[in-house]
């Protein structure tokens, strides 16, 4: 199943200017997408237009001053302060202010809107998405109600739309991409043709991340084996029983085929020995239990994370008395004649309450390794992109006995996502494989780099934290001048795959060096030829850093020494040589070894790598771990 999440939040970049920003034309071609009827699409989308009347806009203003409602009453929950300190750092009392004039400023609403998205935490409840969300609507309609011959443009843009998805179709590049996804972007902004739109994107958006992770690797973060003793006290047909069970097994994971959702089946198969003394009134019963033991629960994957269901166990126990005393014969003649009449019937009140035991067991073990594998997702991957209203367009979950599979779709209102389906696997029996279309680094460049600041400090405070060694051009010293580059907004990170190579570059709207700040377009780039190494994947520089700016037919004296300067910090960056040493697992799963590539294929817009676990070398003694606590 695919979950459609399609975003209505527009970028500010293509609000503010009735064109689009073309990056210089270093993406390959690729194999055309089928579209037959698109031109067609497009044709009879010309008759579509939807002038944005006053009463479009008053109708949105009304939309986002209910949401901004619902907000407040969000922020009066919480102490004064707090609410306080949040409308500060939204620009609510310029937000307020923007509403009441009778002409509100289109400049200062994008600034308060770059207010409300992020990864801070909050920006990601549902009161402060609504808001955002109506904000940007009430944006856009605003802005195209003021636009003179909006519908001029509007023919304008289906124009080169037309032109543009004749050649995508026939060669899917780039540039291309980036003019049909500029121009989807400036229509949904409008609210204009939106079946068109739809019908467009449905033909030119595939996934443009596919991965398949193996039974044995998601297995290594969790098999493990059960050797435990525990206290036995039971009330059972009158007899209190008290002694100690010994359990040993194995926690195994399976896979569970499934289209709909990725379906993992933890198990646990074993056996339980008790020694016990029942006592019953006057007499004492010795004995010995042994019971065949087993459970599974299952946690479902889909785009919300883990979801546990409860587990099931089943038990069969077996009892052999091995003594009845009592002090008188008589007493002890009919303790046994009750025991073995009983017998079956405790067996069977045994077996119920082991089973209830291990089913709560499992459940309280999975509890916490549920709720800190939803926590990390949460963190690390959700808020952030729910804060931006990034959250991948579709995302499919499946599995098959063998592996678990993901497919992802992202592409924000102005962006295309891979223009076909993903190159076949070369290997079948890998751990991990990963196939990543450039668009989606591409494209999440945009989300998190579009603006970013990133200083001199900062650069060399990223290496550290990935314990890479800072390169002696890049280090601090008291005689070395501070400098900083700012990302573009539109294509800050421009990665470009081929046949065994691959483009790295990054495009920047500022540089400063000390007190020189130079106010153009940077563009950095270095080529790479890719290939499979020893251990990991081998990148191997092919040329020089290309440092340019490409809006600029002339540079001056401080243009050149800005380029002279930051293809030496660069060339520091994009090494002469990058050599991967495998994917070196952590946390529980640090014992089943490292990832090694197994194979790796590299096409026009495609990285295609796999994994295989290479196990750790054996330890001195076999680590036993308990699964039950």
Known sequence: MIWNLRRTAAHSFVILASGFLLVPGDAQAQEPTPADDLMQTIESAKSGFEPVSQEDVAAAKSTLEAKLASLQRLLSNGSSENEQAWKDFLRWDDLQAQLSAETPDMRTLEEIYLKFKGSYAGLDKRQVVDARQALRTYINLAYFAQVEQYQQQFDMQLKTLGDAVKRYTNMATGDDARVIGAILGWLEQGEQVPESIETIRNKLDQPNMV?????????????????????????????????????????????????TKGLIELTLTGTVSSDNVGVNGPATIYSSGFSTIGASKLLSVDKDGLTP?????????????????????????????????????????????????IEGRFDDETKDLVADANTRLQEKLFRPLIGRDEFPDAVNVSTTTDHLNLEVMQSSQTQLAAPGPAPPTEDGKADLTLKLHESIINNYGETFLAGVKLTDEKLVELLEERDAEVPEELKITPDTDPWSITFDYKSPIQVVFDNDTVKIGIRGRQFTRGDNEVNRTIAISADYKIEKGESGTLLTRTGDVVVDFPTQERLGPLDLTAKTFLRKKFEAVFKQEIVGEGIKLEGQLEKAGTLRISSLSVTPGWFVGSWRLEAPAPASATEVTSVVK
Request: charge should be positive.
């Open 211 to 259: 991965a398949s992770v193996s039974r044995e690797l998601i297995g290594a973060g969790i098999r493990r084996q059960v050797d435990q003793v525990n206290p036995v006290q039971e009330f059972i047909l009158g007899t209190t029983v008290r002694g100690t069970a010994h359990m040993v097994g194995d926690v195994d994971v399976n896979l569970v085929p499934s289209k």
């Open 309 to 357: 269901s409860a587990a099931v166990a089943h038990a069969d126990t077996t009892t052999t008395f091995n003594a009845i005393c009592a002090k008188l014969r008589l007493v002890q003649k009919i303790a046994t004649k009750r025991a073995y009449q009983q017998k079956s019937q405790a067996e069977a009140i045994a077996s119920d309450r082991t089973e209830t035991r």
